[in-house]
């Protein structure tokens, strides 16, 4: 049997390793293959490894000690919230001195419990495992132990057609079908894989965090993916996409619960040490148009006005300032995305809005000793018909509290000196 060959293009791996910053097993679980294989392209494409070790987390003593010792979680599952390795967590208990439950602790559950548990009250090994919080297997080597005789495994009747219609159909979970037929998930779960059928996604099975689709508006998606090149971090966790951010700005936090939440759970933290808020929002593969960052304005949003001007809302939300200096009103872009300034400003011109595009910060090191590695660009608007123009168009676009204020501001400056 031949190897089989796990093809995988060196653009694609520089994207995930160091835009999306994923792991080495994370990009092997995408391309179902080994981390050694992934280490192995890397090595080949020439790709520098980051430097190797946890990565870094911050979480406070008191919500590691509240989720640990008070809810009992795993610090696998801490890892999992945290979007960090589980070395991380375990290095961060060590660190609060907080003490670390052995992972393999004994399983004592005495003969005359186990005998009236499964002989008088009649209950499963399943539904004992879950009073003990251990698993089924356990309890059935201890009633093997005190030779306890089982009773007969109960023969489960369901057709494929009956349980296809009633798990992909009617979306009803393991736990509610093995209700129905009075045995455990697991016997369903066999069942399931006798006949074929796949398992929905942690996402599709979650009830209490509903994930649903992005709605397909071309003008919102504009919208979105302009917010999104200014300000948001995205990466792919699993089959799920996270979007998120941190800042000082509760405005910008509001707007982000309001793009986001019709769609998955937000998470927000509280403050870090430098007074910002971290905010992270979950939601499904249709919003997988988000994982790749543009260099420059999509084709299908240049072709239309509208979906134009929902980008540039998005972006201005995101990286704009509109603002009265020296009593004339002023509208300001600056951002590293020089090619995609470049198109705004010729899609500006196009429309008779005067702009001016100019580079306005070369890459230096400050004197605080902080290095800026990139050229900084800008466009100004400063002509009173063009502001004015621009804010019309402007005003029922713009989502971001501040934003839309500091707008109707400038426009009634504009106003005021176009009349006088």
Not at 174 to 181: H, P, R
Not at 331 to 340: A, L, M, W
Not at 400 to 406: A, F, M, P, S, V
């Amino acid at each position: 049997m031949t190897k089989r060959k796990c093809i995988i293009l060196r653009k694609e791996l520089r994207e995930l390793y160091y835009k999306q910053k994923l792991s080495s097993f994370q990009i092997a679980r995408i391309y179902d293959c080994t981390a050694c294989t992934i280490i192995n392209r890397m090595k080949e494409y020439n790709i520098k490894r980051r430097q190797s070790g946890p990565r870094r987390v911050n979480i406070s003593k008191r919500s590691l000690y509240l989720l640990y010792v008070k809810k009992g979680f795993s610090s696998q599952k801490i890892a999992k919230i945290c979007h960090c390795e589980q070395s991380a967590i375990l290095n961060k208990l060590k660190k609060y001195k907080i003490l670390i439950r052995h992972p393999k602790k004994k399983i004592n559950i005495f003969k005359k419990e186990l005998k009236k548990l499964y002989k008088e009250r009649k209950l499963s090994a399943y539904k004992i495992a879950k009073i003990f919080n251990c698993k089924s297997g356990t309890v059935y080597r201890y009633l093997k132990l005190y030779k306890i005789k089982t009773r007969p495994l109960k023969l489960i009747r369901i057709t494929e057609d009956r349980l296809r219609n009633i798990y992909i159909k009617k979306k009803f979970p393991l736990s509610k079908i093995a209700n129905i037929y009075k045995c455990c998930p697991v016997t369903i779960s066999t069942k399931m894989k006798k006949y074929g059928i796949l398992r929905r996604s942690i996402s599709e099975t979650s009830t209490r965090h509903l994930k649903n689709n992005f709605n397909g508006d071309l003008i919102e998606k504009a919208y979105i993916i302009g917010f999104r090149t200014g300000d948001l971090r995205v990466r792919k966790d699993r089959n799920l996409i996270s979007v998120g951010c941190g800042t000082t700005k509760l405005e910008q936090i509001k707007l982000i619960k309001t793009l986001f939440k019709p769609y998955g759970p937000v998470y927000l933290t509280k403050k870090d040490k430098r007074g910002a808020f971290h905010i992270d929002c979950s939601l499904n593969s249709s919003f997988s148009f988000l994982l790749s960052r543009h260099d420059l304005i999509p084709g299908w949003v240049l072709r239309n006005k509208k979906s134009f001007f929902s980008f540039l809302a998005g972006y201005v939300d995101a990286e704009g300032n509109i603002g009265i200096y020296n009593k004339r009103a002023k509208f300001r872009i600056r951002s590293y995305d020089k090619k995609i300034l470049y198109q705004f400003h010729n899609g500006l011109q196009k429309l008779n809005i005067k702009s001016l595009f100019r580079l306005d910060k070369k890459s230096h090191i400050d004197k605080g000793g902080v290095i800026y590695r990139k050229d900084c660009w800008g466009i100004t608007i400063n002509e009173r018909k063009s502001l004015l123009r621009l804010f019309i168009l402007l005003e029922p676009l713009l989502r971001h509290k501040k934003r839309k204020k500091d707008l109707l501001k400038a426009k009634k400056n504009v106003i005021l000196r176009l009349k006088d």
